[in-house]
């Protein structure tokens, strides 16, 4: 049930927030938001694959 509803959560960030390493973002020059947007994205795909 939980790694339906990471996958669920995933579709929707695929969809909805923008892609950081398509638009080549700089993590060091990042703003906190950016920060928080890639850190977000990253903690859902792990769960959705475990």
């Known amino acids: 049930m939980k790694k339906q509803a990471f996958k669920v959560l995933a579709k929707i960030n695929r969809l909805i927030l923008p892609s950081f390493s398509k ?28």
């Open 23 to 50: 638009k080549g973002l700089d993590i060091s020059k990042a703003s906190k938001f950016q920060l928080a947007i890639v850190g977000w994205r990253a903690f859902v795909t792990i769960n959705s694959l475990n």
